[in-house]
């Protein structure tokens, strides 16, 4: 179960572009209402390791799709 379960990310279509993917993200937390705090955790953690872990993350965090 994700962090922000009811915040919905289409990552389909990306091409594996790990920067498009954070913004999306970023961008999908920020309308969301997650505070400034938790945006940052998610970036920091989402660039700390391989495109697999950037992909992981953002399971973490919101409910992709």
Same mark, same amino acid.
Do not use: H
């Given at each position: 179960? *994700? %962090?922000?379960? $009811? +915040?919905?990310?289409? !990552?389909?279509?990306?091409?594996?572009?790990?920067? *498009? %993917?954070?913004? $999306? +993200?970023?961008?999908? !937390?920020?309308?969301?209402?997650?505070?400034?705090?938790? %945006?940052?955790?998610?970036?920091?953690?989402?660039?700390?390791?391989?495109?697999?872990?950037?992909?992981?993350?953002?399971?973490?965090?919101?409910?992709?799709?």
């Amino acid at each position: 179960m *994700a %962090i922000y379960e $009811k +915040i919905s990310v289409k !990552l389909t279509g990306e091409d594996g572009n790990a920067f *498009a %993917i954070m913004a $999306k +993200i970023t961008s999908a !937390l920020q309308k969301g209402g997650a505070p400034e705090s938790d %945006i940052e955790k998610y970036q920091s953690e989402s660039m700390s390791g391989s495109y697999d872990n950037l992909l992981q993350t953002a399971m973490k965090w919101v409910n992709v799709t």
